[in-house]
């Protein structure tokens, strides 16, 4: 198959060059085509005339820009997803898989999170303009499903991390902001200050992992239902934190800022439906491995990377 991937000059993008597969992967980034123009969109179809895509192109950030650009973030996801699904429903491609995430989960759920409890409820207010649109996503593919008869399908990550992250201490996601903080008070020979407590649990997956379980959704994955793909390890953000500063060599004090966001305390997963296709625990990266090798893609890179480069 011809495969296009959205969003393909990020950091989860640039993973599917790194992975094996027989298909033929165009990545498209957002230098190619402004996907919340959907003109953009059709063009991008009509350039590359996929079999399949693997839509995961979105505006994401942190807990800060989810905050302060709550109605951005919205606006541009509703555009990129409703423009991608139409011109690939238009120009009759079979197969799309689109990536969610977990803050599309009720604030209030029952723990883990499983796949039939996504629209029981408002998602947390930290990220809900994101969210609701990442849930109109799953909406929309559904409902291509239902009337074009199309196999369109959604998959539910966890927290990424990886080579080619957001850097931004702003728009960054956690554990960026962590390593690239880190770094800057090692340098600088002052205190390292993270948000919130530290005791909040997350789970996180290596970016090339996610790549593979798309690609494996694309060939073994067909049900309406959105499925979770990400590695179900809980860790608490102050034990990531450490993992992050032995391996940047920082050896300070890290003091936390109760004053800062943190989102939700838990959103522990369920990947059993992942499970029952063939994907297999041991197929995910070690977190302690991933970690190390995105600390030294990092340090390697600094500080010609995304979110350092243009400040």
């Not at 991608?84 to 197969?95: C, T």
């Not at 530290?198 to 239902?225: C, H, K, Q, V, W």
Request: aromatic share 10%; with cysteine; hydrophobic share 35%.
């Amino acid at each position: 198959m011809k495969v296009l991937v959205t969003g393909g000059t990020g950091m989860l993008g640039s993973s599917f060059k790194r992975i094996q597969t027989d298909h033929d992967l165009v990545l498209v980034g957002s230098r190619d085509y402004d996907l919340t123009n959907p003109m953009s969109a059709q063009r991008m179809i009509a350039d590359h005339k996929p079999d399949g895509i693997i839509h995961r192109a979105a505006r994401v950030g942190g807990v800060k820009g989810n905050s302060d650009f709550v109605a951005q973030f919205y606006h541009d996801n509703i555009m990129i997803n409703t423009g991608v699904l139409n011109a690939a429903r238009i120009s009759g491609v079979q197969k799309v898989v689109s990536l969610l995430s977990t803050c599309i989960y009720p604030d209030n759920c029952t723990y883990p999170l499983t796949e039939d409890q996504i629209h029981l409820g408002h998602p947390h207010q930290s990220n809900f303009g994101y969210a609701y649109a990442k849930r109109m996503l799953d909406i929309h593919s559904r409902a291509i499903r239902q009337q074009f008869g199309l196999k369109y399908i959604t998959a539910v990550p966890n927290n990424l991390y990886g080579p080619n992250d957001n850097f931004d201490l702003d728009n960054g996601h956690v554990i960026p902001a962590i390593i690239r903080k880190a770094k800057e008070a090692k340098d600088d020979q002052r205190e390292l200050t993270l948000w919130g407590s530290g005791r909040s649990l997350r789970e996180f997956t290596y970016s090339r992992d996610i790549a593979e379980i798309l690609m494996f959704l694309l060939e073994n994955y067909d049900e309406p239902e959105p499925i979770n793909i990400g590695s179900t390890q809980e860790i608490s953000i102050d034990e990531i934190s450490k993992m992050i500063c032995q391996e940047i060599g920082y050896k300070g004090d890290i003091l936390w800022d109760f004053s800062k966001p943190e989102g939700q305390h838990r959103k522990p997963s369920d990947n059993k439906n992942l499970m029952s296709l063939g994907w297999k625990k041991e197929n995910y990266t070690p977190l302690y491995r991933g970690i190390k090798m995105t600390c030294r893609w990092f340090l390697r890179h600094y500080p010609n990377v995304r979110g350092v480069e243009t400040q």
